[in-house]
């Protein structure tokens, strides 16, 4: 596609509950990266995709957090048990991988938890 | 530990006069410098990204990289009321594709 694709735009769920959110990258770019951004925050790292190596998980908060990327393009960003203190608007991007390459974002997931 | 520090801000610019945002990061082996620029409820985008020490101009806008002092900063020349928004630095740690690390940015308001 033309840009990075996420869905859902917007996300409320109860506390205790899983959520899914899904990400797909521009067409061609094999770097792909997920951030949270809490209201009034900075952008902290969750996750990076390269290829086909293993993810840096470095930045995921907790065990409740979780992502994978099937067959190198989508990912899906899964967080189980939710909790308030995860109401954030997850940012996926991607780049082309190579040296000097910038990351172009996609509009966000508005995730809510009552 | 990988920092990058932003005066939140708000930082307020009379329109027509240059906007100066400025940034520092702590690890010396920092590669390459980012400036993103966030509208309220929408993505960052992509401005401008610098790697070599001294200036890089691009329309109104100029970044400024000093490796020794590990500061970057932004200068917005000709500040229009559409400039208004969060200016997030971020630095990238090698030459690869690893991921940015991000200020928490600076809020800029151009006044009319």
């Known amino acids: 596609g033309a840009g990075v694709s996420q869905s859902p735009s917007n996300k409320v769920t109860e506390k205790g509950k899983d959520v899914e959110l899904r990400c797909d990258p521009i067409?061609?770019?094999?770097?792909l990266y997920w951030y949270r951004q809490s209201l009034g925050q900075g952008l902290e790292f969750l996750i990076y995709f390269q290829g086909n190596s293993a993810p840096d998980k470095s930045g995921l908060p907790s065990d409740r957090f979780s992502a994978e990327r099937t067959g190198g393009s989508v990912s899906t960003l899964t967080i189980q048990r939710t909790q308030q203190e995860d109401s954030a608007v997850y940012l996926c991007?991607?780049?082309?991988?190579?040296?000097?390459?910038?990351?172009?974002f996609g509009e966000g997931s508005w995730l809510t938890v009552v | 530990q990988k920092e990058v520090e932003q005066n939140s801000g708000p930082l307020s610019v009379p329109e027509g006069a240059i906007a100066s945002l400025n940034c520092t990061y702590s690890?010396?082996?920092?590669?390459?410098f980012f400036w993103y620029r966030q509208y309220s409820g929408k993505s960052p985008e992509l401005i401008m990204f610098i790697y070599s020490n001294g200036d890089k101009e691009d329309g109104r806008f100029t970044a400024q990289l000093n490796k020794a002092s590990q500061y970057v900063s932004l200068l917005i020349r000709d500040s229009q009321p559409s400039d208004s928004a969060t200016y997030l630095c971020?630095?990238?740690?090698?030459?690869?594709?690893?991921?940015?690390?991000f200020g928490k940015g600076t809020h800029l308001i151009i006044q009319p």
């Open positions: 971020a630095v990238r740690i090698g030459g690869g594709a690893d991921g940015l690390t």
């Open positions: 067409s061609g770019h094999t770097a």
């Open positions: 690890d010396r082996g920092s590669q390459s």
């Open positions: 991007a991607s780049s082309d991988g190579s040296g000097g390459n910038t990351i172009y």
